[in-house]
């Protein structure tokens, strides 16, 4: 068989690995039963799920009807990117506070895209430290810095 569809035949490759990783995982936990699941039953039964949706991908892949795409060149700058941001993250949040670190975050990881838009990427960042603020502070009630050192 020929496989027409590289990015799909890839994807469901990775999808079968991931969800036969949490699947042999998942059974080193207790199961229990669908009526009182233990804690391997969830990620277990994603994991089985996931493989099969891997497979599913990569079966279509191999068709007749399947488009003919081939897996582009890795692109290190779009992958340094995104990991920096994250990294970044990471290290401005204790000293920056939680506002510029998001706003670093989101503007860093949003340069990585072609379709980079500063006002598109200013409503978004707001809007998502809205919505973490939201969510994290004051629904869960966990305490990190919102502003910077120098401001509180």
Not at 7 to 30: E, H, K, S, W
Not at 32 to 55: D, E, N, Q, S, V
Request: overall charge positive.
């Amino acid at each position: 068989m020929k496989i027409r569809n590289q990015r799909d035949f890839g994807a469901g490759i990775m999808y079968m690995v991931i969800g036969l990783f949490f699947t042999i995982i998942a059974t080193q936990y207790p199961m229990g039963t669908a009526a009182k699941m233990g804690p391997g039953y969830f990620p277990f039964c994603l994991g089985i799920l996931m493989t099969l949706l891997g497979l599913l991908v990569l079966v279509k892949s191999l068709g007749a009807t399947a488009a003919i795409e081939s897996i582009p060149k890795f692109n290190w700058r779009i992958i340094g990117l995104i990991t920096g941001s994250v990294v970044l993250y990471g290290i401005l949040l204790p000293t920056m506070g939680f506002v510029v670190a998001v706003f670093v975050l989101v503007f860093m990881s949003a340069s990585a895209s072609h379709e980079f838009h500063w006002k598109g990427t200013l409503i978004n960042a707001t809007f998502l430290v809205a919505f973490t603020y939201s969510v994290f502070v004051l629904g869960l009630k966990l305490q990190f810095p919102l502003l910077p050192f120098f401001l509180q």
